[in-house]
């Protein structure tokens, strides 16, 4: 069936430190892939996007590239602030329908 | 402007009791759907609403949940006779739909913590 699989955490990193938190995907159909993150206390927040292959979601410093090929949508950032500290999940939506399919989540805590 | 809400935050239940979650959407969305997230996981799909239709109950993962939009705004959740494995946070989330349909982005609340015991 359909999932996401992304990295187990957390991931702990200092202050400036260059973040990827792994993210693969199997679907029937042709998804659109997101990252979403939740911070302390919060609702899930989506971060950034992409629907079709070779798209490049970006938003706040965060990346993540649509690679059909090896299904995956990796979350990347140059350097991590303290207030990036949350946790973040990929999910896919298959085209045409309204359900998200979350991963687990991977909470990423950054030092000052 | 405000975003979604739920009440209560937090829930402690006794095993066999009924609880009632409510969402609050943002005003104007017409579409509400409910997420179940056990502790360690990821979101999952329990039912969506289009106004006050249940167009899809699909997830709910018993007969002792069901859900209801009377007037196509706030939702409850309701959970009969509870169970240890109720126990998660419960979200609500709603999405306006103009342009493109349900599949426009979802807005989601804070969440309720039920905790059964």
């Known amino acids: 069936g359909d999932s996401v699989t992304q990295m187990e955490g957390p991931v702990t990193l200092s202050e400036e430190a260059f973040l990827t938190i792994n993210c693969t995907y199997t679907?029937?159909?042709?998804?659109?892939l997101f990252w979403y993150v939740q911070y302390p206390g919060e609702g899930l927040q989506l971060l950034l996007k992409?629907?079709?292959?070779?798209d490049k979601g970006s938003n706040k410093g965060f990346e993540a590239t649509y690679r059909k090929e090896t299904t995956s949508f990796h979350l990347e950032k140059g350097s991590v602030q303290v207030s990036d500290s949350a946790v973040y999940f990929c999910a896919l939506r298959l085209t045409g329908t309204y359900k998200y399919i979350f991963g687990t989540g991977t909470r990423l805590k950054v030092l000052a | 402007g405000a975003g979604v809400s739920q009440s209560p935050r937090y829930k402690v239940a006794k095993r066999g009791q009924d609880v009632a979650l409510r969402c609050d959407p943002i005003s104007g969305h017409v579409s509400l759907f409910w997420y179940q997230q056990a502790l360690g996981q990821g979101p999952e799909f329990l039912t969506y609403f289009q106004n006050e239709a249940q167009l899809d109950k699909s997830g709910l993962p018993s007969d002792r949940f069901f859900a209801e939009r009377p007037e196509g705004s706030v939702s409850t959740l309701k959970i009969q006779r509870t169970q240890q494995e109720d126990s998660a946070v419960y979200l609500c989330a709603s999405s306006l739909d103009s342009g493109g349909g349900v599949y426009n982005e979802q807005f989601f609340g804070p969440g309720t913590r039920l905790t059964v015991l």
């Open positions: 679907a029937t159909g042709y998804p659109s």
């Open positions: 992409a629907t079709k292959a070779d």
